[in-house]
């Protein structure tokens, strides 16, 4: 610190760019750089040249329960942020499934706050166990997308402390997380980048000595912020700190103390990760290799994969899962059958090296005994996809997109050659300097690989202007409705497109120009487009025709549906559950038909399943990362059982017991308080469609025994099934004559156990004593309400099998 001058000092406390932030040779830093991580390590690169392992959403990791597994993909995540040169990964978020409808909620764990907790610590150990830190994130009640940027969560301090703020608590304390992110909202009238919790909750009463950065573009201020408690603005080279804060202090604003407890923070973040030249070095990483990585990625998803219903059809008895061996006949069906959805928008989009689908899943699994027929069935979105790369070729017949940059008068200023069809550059232009452009031109040869329809077009904001054969097609000016979030630009922006009739083997040269906007050259420039291709073989009608044919003639359907890029995304909230266009009447014309019907739901967060009774078997597989072809197949045929239980609870319907995500007047009342997810059901006495907690495997089970041990009980199940299989006992804690508000029940503790045909096993469970205690808002602590407490063990928040007394 003596070495360094207040304006070295304050220069460490914003980002030197949108990743990384500055070195300082004076004290020995080099360039620390920080990446989102929470499907996988982005990089600083955003596109198909620098490939990232996509690992399971975090809906379906946590739907494993399973704290061991979570580590170990930590560690995956560390190997892969060192082979790209990050040293802090931006994630876990923590934040809770206070309502389906958040746009987010794909990216978040769970709805209890017990299970989050677990999970996300167990993220965080496994990446700083090979030093690459940990950002745990949104600090704090992030928890929805609308008005993200400015909405005033409303939070009394019971339900905050209990819910919201309890997994914070658990990573920094028990963790001890390298990082934090401030969020871009307001709690209880003050932003979170500037709250008081940041000093007084993080730093004094939690003991937190690592580094609390803003989400990106969330510093609003110069004085307030640096009072409050945040030490890092992002991204940058711009921000509201720099020369003002150095003003700031030299003017007795800001006590220069401060800005040396930043930079400390700072350096101790450096030294963790190996980043000062006269600290630690790095710690080594964990190898692994391709193959390793996938097997993991793959046995991750099958891990989260929930069976929530397996019946027999017929006189057989045994449910329709695993499929029989004398299956000769397999029916793929539905819009993410070929075209699967692996990983949510926003934060968590990398792009996977390879991935392997459904259908490619099940056709390298069944062999060739197994004839199996694919049909669309029904559209699962509107909008026109990223193009191939397969179907793209220079004029020479080489893969790819040309790139070219252009300036005044339209003179090239650069040129590269692509092998993807989404872009995205951020200040970035390969060496071009970004305040000459003014055009970026895209030049390929779509080749159709079927015959259909092709929508050729474009996705971004700003103006597009499209040739097809040189013969224009359209010149349009694509812009974000009013108040949208600037990351709907991204995730899900404007699209024009124009139609044209391709015979299979038939190419036509495509031509797209992007006009970019006039900037300053000290600004950051963003610029993100995508070329848009996809090809109608058959309208819905006939598609859904189709799917009923191959239903009928096969000894077993299955049906892959799903939501899309339009639905579930950073930047906006969903505004209904059911799954988009028509993909709950295909489900239900393909049972018709063939009453061997399964039915894999490829959506992150809760969906709507009407026909839920009306099929044999229903799989929620979430966005299972690249391997979900692969995992999809092990489950099926039974050569892994089904290893997820819901982390979150499923309505049945829309309406009661689901809270708003839609501020009134710029706040968003947390009226339901700690009744969240499954304890807002029973709190109502709604039945959902599957509770927290549920999941079913290959075989079953009874709960025979449960013995109290001081503040930890014994459980004894036995497998009366079949085969062997894994099964997860839960616990929870009641309290009906309680003198306060509480739960009707609440999860403690819960653990897997394993057993072969007919064996009885037994399981201790350690209650913490947190579990058992309240915050009072008038002592402001922790207190423990004297009696009995009842403990119910069960497979599900929804069922007890059995009950003790603890007191």
Not at 676 to 697: C, I, N, S
């Amino acid at each position: 610190m003596a070495r360094l001058t207040l304006e070295q000092k304050v220069r460490l406390l914003t980002g030197a760019d949108f990743w990384a932030l500055y070195d300082e040779s004076a004290v020995g830093l080099r360039r620390m750089v920080t990446s989102d991580g929470p499907a996988g390590v982005r990089g600083e690169l955003w596109d198909e040249r620098d490939p990232s392992t996509n690992i399971p959403s975090p809906t379906a990791i946590a739907a494993s329960w399973d704290a061991e597994l979570v580590e170990t993909v930590g560690r995956l995540l560390a190997h892969e942020a060192r082979r790209k040169g990050v040293d802090v990964v931006l994630a876990p978020t923590v934040n809770l499934h206070r309502s389906p409808y958040g746009g987010r909620h794909f990216e978040c764990l769970s709805e209890d706050p017990v299970l989050t907790g677990d999970l996300g610590l167990a993220l965080v150990r496994g990446l700083q166990s090979q030093g690459v830190g940990a950002t745990v994130k949104h600090f704090v009640a992030n928890d929805s997308e609308t008005d993200r940027l400015t909405v005033d969560a409303r939070v009394d301090e019971r339900t905050l402390r209990e819910l919201y703020l309890a997994p914070f608590e658990r990573i920094v304390r028990d963790g001890g997380v390298w990082a934090v992110m401030a969020a871009y909202n307001t709690v209880n009238g003050t932003t979170m980048t500037e709250s008081p919790m940041l000093r007084d909750v993080l730093h004094d009463e939690w003991g937190f000595d690592g580094v609390t950065m803003t989400d990106w573009y969330a510093g609003r201020s110069t004085v307030p912020a640096a009072l409050g408690g945040l030490d890092l603005i992002m991204p940058g080279p711009t921000g509201p700190w720099r020369d003002a804060l150095v003003e700031a202090v030299r003017d007795g604003r800001v006590d220069e103390a401060l800005v040396d407890d930043k930079v400390v923070r700072l350096l101790r973040l450096a030294s963790r990760v190996g980043a000062l030249a006269d600290g630690p070095a790095a710690l080594p990483v964990e190898p692994w290799t391709d193959e390793e990585s996938d097997a993991l990625v793959q046995r991750a998803a099958a891990a989260g994969f929930v069976l929530v219903r397996n019946e027999p059809v017929g006189p057989d008895p045994a449910p329709v899962l695993p499929l029989r061996p004398d299956v000769r006949r397999v029916a793929v069906i539905g819009p993410n059958a070929r075209e699967a959805r692996f990983l949510g928008g926003g934060s968590a989009l990398v792009f996977p090296p390879a991935t392997v689908s459904p259908l490619a899943g099940l056709l390298a699994a069944l062999g060739p005994d197994v004839e199996v027929t694919y049909c669309l069935g029904a559209r699962g979105h509107e909008r026109v996809s990223a193009a191939d790369p397969a179907l793209l070729t220079l004029l020479d017949g080489e893969r790819g997109i040309r790139v070219e940059f252009r300036g005044a008068g339209g003179a090239v200023l650069g040129v590269d050659h692509r092998l993807g069809s989404a872009f995205n550059w951020n200040n970035a232009f390969e060496g071009v300097d970004p305040a000459l452009i003014t055009e970026i031109a895209l030049d390929t040869v779509v080749t159709a690989d079927q015959t259909g329809d092709y929508r050729i077009g474009a996705s971004g904001v700003g103006r597009f202007r499209l040739r097809l054969d040189d013969k224009p097609a359209f010149d349009e000016l694509l812009e974000l409705p009013p108040g949208a979030d600037p990351v709907e630009g991204l995730m899900r922006p404007p699209q024009e497109w124009s139609t044209v009739r391709l015979e299979a083997g038939q190419s036509v040269r495509v031509s797209l120009v992007h006009v970019v906007k006039e900037h300053t050259p000290d600004e950051d420039l963003l610029v993100s487009l995508q070329l848009a291709v996809d090809c109608t073989v058959e309208d819905d009608d006939a598609s859904l025709a189709h799917a009923v044919a191959d239903a009928a003639a096969a000894d077993v359907a299955i049906v892959v549906v799903g939501t899309s890029e339009e639905v579930e995304s950073e930047g906006f909230d969903r505004t209904g559950l059911a799954l988009p266009g028509r993909q709950d009447e295909l489900v239900r014309r393909v049972a018709a038909a063939r009453p061997e019907t399964v039915v894999v739901v490829n959506a992150g967060a809760p969906v709507l399943l009407p026909w839920r009774d009306e099929v044999a078997a229903t799989l929620l597989a979430w966005f299972p990362g690249q391997e979900f072809g692969g995992a999809l197949a092990d489950v099926l045929t039974g050569r892994v059982e089904p290893g997820g239980r819901l982390p979150t609870t499923w309505p049945a319907v829309e309406g009661r017991s689901l809270p708003s995500t839609t501020p009134v007047d710029g706040a968003l009342a947390y009226d339901e308080g700690i009744h969240v997810g499954y304890r807002r059901f029973l709190h109502d006495q709604v039945e959902p469609a599957y509770w927290f907690g549920h999941g079913l495997g290959y075989t079953t089970w009874s709960y025979d025994a449960v013995a109290a041990r001081d503040d930890g009980i014994a459980v004894t199940v036995t497998n009366t099934g079949e085969r062997a299989g894994r099964h997860l006992v839960q616990a929870y804690l009641a309290r009906p004559d309680s003198r306060v508000d509480r739960p009707t029940r609440w999860l403690a503790a819960y653990a897997w156990v394993s057993a072969e045909p007919g064996q009885t096993v037994g399981v201790d469970l350690e209650l913490p004593a947190r579990a058992f205690e309240h915050w009072d808002v008038t002592t402001a602590g922790w207190v423990r309400e004297p009696g009995v407490f009842t403990v119910e063990i069960g497979p599900s928040a929804g069922e007890v099998a059995l009950r003790a007394g603890l007191g």
